[in-house]
């Protein structure tokens, strides 16, 4: 583990800056929609027409559609529903990504834990207004209905059946990147070899700038988001940022992120920000959230541990750490001087 004592290099969540080097010759093709609660972006840079991004945007849509719980139709909503009642027969997308998501829960030993769906309402972070703050006998209750282990798949008929009443499933810590990592390979199989795919904050870079040249990455500073404090090239490569202060809610001073820890039951708040950074969007999705939660050390002991992947993290009192093989992974690696401390202590 690396650590960067730069009081005044403050990092980021990842934001890509498409196209700011290099020459782009060719005028790219890009759609953007509203979808999965944030905003999709898919630009291809090479000869490939619109239908190919018709095509991905439409994967996008139907992942969108199976998945979110909020949507009374949805796969997801479905077997929550029908908890503690019966399996439910999902679609091959939904199987696909929640037993994927089972193996991650065991990865990460439940820091990232898809039936955090009890924990999700309760705390009801998406709704600024409500300043409620559970209890801990409420929190008990829940956490009692969360454990990815109470998952059952049945792979031969393709459902899925969560045991316990009052359970429920929510995808929001890995269905970007699993939805990202579609749309890429949807584009390559269309003979895509150069695109930049963006669903919120997780990023795929594909292939590399038509000129050859890797694509750019800005970690924008969680601490204030008009800032860049860092850089980096990638080609091939997922990029994906958990970090408390793009969706979170204050109550009383007190800042309660959207990602809980599915041990405590409590929002998750030990540092600011996790940039992780793998061949995979899924992993790099899966892995961001859980380090986030598990917070300094345990958080960057589990991007050491697990192959393919680099991390950067920044602490509340602004102090940057990476993994190891940070520079290696992340080409020209650059922390930007700001001249402002931006740590909270
Ligand atoms: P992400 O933005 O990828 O870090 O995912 C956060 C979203 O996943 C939240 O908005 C919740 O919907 C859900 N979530 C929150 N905490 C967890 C957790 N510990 N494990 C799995 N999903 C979570
Ligand atoms: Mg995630």
Redesign the pocket.
Known sequence: MKKYHAFAMVLISSLLLAGCTGNLERKPHQASSLLMDTIVTITTYDDSSVQELEKAMDFVKKADTLYNRYDKDSDVAKVNSMAWERPVQVDDLTFGIIKEAVAYGNLTKG????T?GPL?DLWNISDSDDKNIPSGAEISDRLKLVNYRQIVLDDKNRTVYLPCKGASL?L??VA?GFVTRGVAEILRNEGVQSALISLG?NIYALGSKPGGELWQVAVLDPFDQDRVTATFNVRDQSVDT?GDYY?FKEVNGVKFS?????TSGIPAGGVASVTVIADDPMKA?AL??AS??LGEEKGMALLEAVQGVAGLMILKNGEVITTANFREVAKNFKLIESDKIHGQN
């Open positions: 820091a990232m834990d898809i955090v999700v929510d929001g810590a970007k904050g958990a969706r959207h990602i809980i820890d599915p999705d961001s959230t986030f939660v």
